[in-house]
């Protein structure tokens, strides 16, 4: 198992936004968290990623705490993007890159590819802020991306998006993942979970509700319908 959670809970004050979540996840899968507004999942990905001290419990990847010196390995999407807007896209992107141990030319050469294949080629001299907010979005996950990360978290990677950005987003999450990278990604709707994550959880209020294989939680939830909040 190369992701861990264990019992793990966080409050703020006397408030739980997440409690006792406990979740392995196989090195190379796709794991999805599924969950209204305030379920927990970005506390839960803060946690992951080390920018949040849990309360109670452990998170380990390959058995060791996320820290600074992995951290260029992991790929982070954040819920509230953060791109500079007055900067050009091909600054911005390279200078990442090389902080997570790129060099310049390489990191330059994979984000041409990238934006090749959302056929946006001359976006790379664009500033953030002439780009629209969907084609933004997708900017920042080629900045979470570029580095190829081995493991990657996604916060709600599709909200916001037209359906064409979507199913284009989509095929590219799962070739990341076929080359070998485990993703971990949140959403507000099953379908989007379901069609591409082998496990997940769904998340109350902080809680787990249930975790599985989708056939499990099917299975867990009897004839009703899985119906969480939409966008
Ligand atoms: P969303 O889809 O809206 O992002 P989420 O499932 O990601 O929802 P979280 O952002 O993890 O949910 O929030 C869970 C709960 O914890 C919310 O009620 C939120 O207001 C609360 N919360 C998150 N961060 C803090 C904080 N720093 N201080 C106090 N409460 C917080």
């Known amino acids: 198992m190369v992701l861990k959670l264990e ?15 406990s ?3 196989p090195e190379k899968e796709m794991f999805g968290f599924l969950g209204a507004n305030g379920a927990g999942k970005t506390t839960t990905f803060r946690m992951i990623l080390g920018l949040l001290d849990a309360t109670e419990g452990n998170v380990t990847w390959n058995g060791q705490p996320i820290t600074y010196e992995t951290s260029p390995v992991i790929g982070y999407l954040p819920e509230e993007r953060g791109l500079y807007p007055k900067l050009k896209v091909k600054d911005q992107l390279v200078y990442l890159a090389r902080l997570r ?3 310049k030319e390489e990191a330059l050469e994979e984000l041409k590819k990238w934006l090749d294949r959302f056929k946006v080629p001359e976006y790379l001299d664009k500033r953030v802020e002439e780009l ?3 084609n ?3 900017i920042q996950f080629i900045a979470a991306v570029l580095h190829k990360p081995k ?3 996604l ?5 916001g998006l037209d359906p064409v950005n979507v199913e284009q987003l989509k095929e590219a999450v799962l070739e990341i993942k076929e080359n070998g990278t485990t993703i971990v990604f949140s959403s507000h709707r099953m379908e989007h979970v379901e069609e591409m994550c082998e496990h997940l959880c769904i998340m109350h209020r902080g809680r787990p ?10 299975r867990a939830f009897g004839k009703k319908n899985l119906i969480i909040h939409a966008d």
């Open 132 to 134: 629209s907010k969907g």
């Open 155 to 159: 916060d709600e990677p599709f909200s």
């Open 7 to 21: 019992d793990v809970s966080k409050r703020f004050g006397s408030f739980t936004a997440v409690d006792n979540l």
């Open 136 to 138: 933004q979005q997708k």
């Open 23 to 25: 979740i392995a996840i």
């Open 101 to 103: 141990g790129m060099k």
């Open 151 to 153: 493991l990657l978290i």
């Open 209 to 218: 509700v249930v975790h599985g294989s989708l056939k499990e939680i099917k």
